[in-house]
Every structure is written in C-alpha cells, then in structure tokens.
C-alpha cells in the first residue's frame, strides 16, 4: 500500500484557535485521512520549516490528495508538502529491477 510523508504549517488563524480551544491535531488529522479511504501511521508536531508532520499510507494517491485539499481549503494550513516513502524493501526490489535494466542504457559521452 502506498506511503506518503506529508508536512506543513499552521496558519496565524490555526494557531490562534489551538489557544482558545486546544484540540487533538492529530485525531482530527486521522478522522480527515480514514474519511479519505486512507490510513494515519503517525502524526507528529515537529521544529523546523513544518510545523507538523504525518505518516499516511492509502490505496492510492487520489483519497491522500483530495484530504489535502480539504485541509487547505479550511485555511488551517499551508505549505503542505507530500513525498511518496518506499520501505528498505521496496527498495531492494528497485535495486534488482535496475540491475536487469542496466544493459539497456548507455550513458552518455
């Protein structure tokens, strides 16, 4: 099933509403991916250029991307940023595919 690493930002009105009602993020988030068809692995705050990041794995990417812009739309968010993750496995699996691939390129020069 695929993977997606997503992160983002809250904005000022977010921010402003998680102090006069501090709420789960992350059972909110989770309600959002499951109502997606999709699957919350993690949910974290985090430090740095996002301010939160999640571990989301679905079906497909359409249910992750239609989530995302529902939370973008609500003006909750912004920068959101999603990267498909392949486990050491997958990889592997990459890495013998490529190898039977080799012999049909030639670089250049």
Same mark, same amino acid.
């Given at each position: ?24 993020? !992350? ?10 068809? !999709? ?18 794995? !679905?079906?497909?990417?359409? !249910? ?46």
């Amino acid at each position: 099933m695929p993977r997606f690493i997503i992160t983002g930002n809250y904005t000022q009105s977010a921010a402003q509403g998680m102090i006069a009602n501090p709420s789960d993020r !992350g059972a909110a988030t989770g309600a959002l991916v499951a109502a997606a068809g !999709g699957t919350m692995e993690a949910y974290y705050a985090t430090t740095g250029p996002s301010d939160f990041m999640l571990i989301v794995s !679905g079906t497909d990417i359409d !249910g992750v991307m239609a989530a995302l812009i529902v939370a973008g739309a609500s003006g909750a968010v912004s920068n959101m940023q999603t990267q498909r993750a392949f486990t050491s496995a997958e990889l592997l699996e990459f890495q013998k595919s490529a190898a039977g691939l080799a012999a049909a390129y030639t670089a250049p020069g």
